[in-house]
């Protein structure tokens, strides 16, 4: 039953009462029948209004448990709030398999051999790049942390025109060019990629695919 139709209800109940009570010989006029048409509608009437009462507990009690979960959400979006404010985030030590040489840092990579762009790769995914000696110094300090015997790729190459060899760390021209002796020659109209040669550790160009050891110098970040 709608509210409206139990207000309207009480105004016919009210009117009723007020007949009743005009006085005494309507009352015993109207004595059993009245109350027994009345009965119902006021049985009705009681039966709703405890339906109503039972609604409006179980509305206070849903208001109740949503405004204790909205509570506790903020409270756990506080606690997040702080646990993300307040956590370490590790850092990455790019240098960790880097040595100082001079006043760079370089990586020498000596227990696998690859070809020029898988060592591309791996010096990139440290945070680096095929290294390219910067001057004559240089290269002697880097020579003297060699093994003899062994050669490796540096990040020199003309892949990007013929006989301009550019550093792969910045994109211009090599700084230093230290070729061994008729080199470079590109035998075979195939060699783009410079090495240190195992006799003497000059430069020399080879074909990308040949798999030798390499070094990566430290990025500038």
């Known amino acids: 039953m709608s509210k409206s139709a139990f207000v309207l209800y009480i105004l016919i109940a009210v009117h009723l009462q007020e007949s009743l009570t005009f006085n005494a010989s309507t009352e015993g006029q109207c004595g059993g029948y009245c109350f027994n ?53 590790p850092k990455v030590n790019k240098l960790e398999n880097f040595v100082q040489i001079g006043s760079r840092f370089f990586y020498i990579e000596e227990l696998r051999e ?23 110094e240089e290269l002697i300090a880097i020579k003297e942390k060699l093994r003899k015997g062994r050669q490796y790729w540096l990040g020199i190459s003309d892949l990007a025109k013929e006989g301009t060899f550019v550093s792969q760390a910045t ?13 470079p020659d590109n035998h075979g109209n195939n060699e783009h990629c410079v090495h240190l040669q195992y006799e003497n550790f000059w430069m020399n160009d080879l074909p990308c695919t040949y798999k030798n050891y390499f070094l990566c110098e430290a990025g500038d970040g």
Request: proline content about 4%; aromatic content about 6%.
């Open 171 to 183: 994109g211009d021209l090599a700084p230093l060019q230290k070729w061994s002796p008729s080199q």
């Open 37 to 89: 048409a009345l009965k119902p509608m006021l049985d009705h009437i009681a039966a709703n209004q405890q339906r109503w009462s039972t609604c409006d507990a179980t509305l206070l009690e849903s208001t109740a448990r949503q405004d204790r979960m909205e509570s506790q959400l903020a409270a756990l979006k506080d606690k997040l709030s702080s646990i993300e404010a307040g956590k370490e985030v």
């Open 114 to 136: 690859v070809n020029w762009f898988s060592g591309t790769n791996i010096c990139r995914q440290m945070g680096g790049f095929l290294a390219s000696p910067r001057n004559e």
